[in-house]
T-cell receptor, first 115, second 113 residues
Framework: NAGVTQTPKFQVLKTGQSMTLQCAQDMNHNSMYWYRQDPGMGLRLIYYSASEGTTDKGEVPNGYNVSRLNKREFSLRLESAAPSQTSVYFC??????????????FGAGTRLSVL | GENVEQHPSTLSVQEGDSAVIKCTYSDSASNYFPWYKQELGKGPQLIIDIRSNVGEKKDQRIAVTLNKTAKHFSLHITETQPEDSAVYFCAASIEEYGNKLVFGAGTILRVKS
């Protein structure tokens, strides 16, 4: 049972380069999320998708775009990477229902450095 | 915006002692409060959660208490073991963000054997 799978695990970019972080879940969950984790700041929500075909901004969406490709996959794109985007990125999924929050399952993370 | 504050930022306890981590939240409409454990190099994993209609929940050595009037909730770990060493995050659902979670900054727990 793979759960939530993120690729790549590590990435180094130069300022201005672009890249896409991939996330897939095999739990048939409707909702998926992208967070970034910085020292002393916990996890902050970048974007989320309540269902296939919908996406919404979280706390810190600037500099990012997302695509909910299908029910399984939710990708995060950095169009022009900046050093401030150096962070650990986590994807999560959950089975939401009736507007009530539910358990989120996290991937292992992508460690991104922007030089 | 709404936020969640977590204390302490680091906590060292002797094996067998209890550990308590506290969080406060600002959104009176918050109704879901999970706790996550993160081991080095891994993603966070849920260890216990509580909803606003319950004041306390226990699962073996782990318990969570919720005081909605004071807007704070706490994680209690009894009989700590070295494998409890990790970073612990609290979170609260925030109505401003469509009931999505806002996380505390985390607590590094070290259990000394």
């Amino acid at each position: 049972n793979a759960g939530v799978t993120q690729t790549p695990k590590f990435q180094v970019l130069k300022t201005g380069q672009s890249m896409t972080l991939q996330c897939a879940q095999d739990m048939n969950h409707n909702s998926m999320y992208w967070y970034r984790q910085d020292p002393g700041m916990g996890l902050r929500l970048i974007y989320y998708s309540a269902s296939e075909g919908t996406t919404d901004k979280g706390e810190v969406p600037n500099g990012y775009n997302v695509s909910r490709l299908n029910k399984r996959e939710f990708s995060l794109r950095l169009e022009s990477a900046a050093p401030s985007q150096t962070s650990v990125y986590f994807c999560a999924s959950s089975e939401e229902g009736g507007g009530l929050p539910n358990i989120q399952y996290f991937g292992a993370g992508t460690r991104l450095s922007v030089l | 915006g709404e936020n969640v504050e977590q204390h302490p930022s680091t906590l060292s306890v002797q094996e067998g002692d209890s550990a308590v981590i506290k969080c406060t939240y600002s959104d009176s409409a918050s109704n879901y409060f999970p706790w996550y454990k993160q081991e080095l190099g891994k993603g966070p994993q849920l260890i216990i959660d509580i909803r606003s209609n319950v004041g306390e929940k226990k699962d073996q050595r782990i318990a969570v208490t919720l005081n909605k009037t004071a807007k704070h909730f706490s994680l209690h770990i009894t009989e700590t073991q070295p494998e409890d060493s990790a970073v612990y995050f609290c979170a609260a659902s925030i109505e401003e963000y469509g009931n999505k979670l806002v996380f505390g900054a985390g607590t590094i727990l070290r259990v000394k054997s």
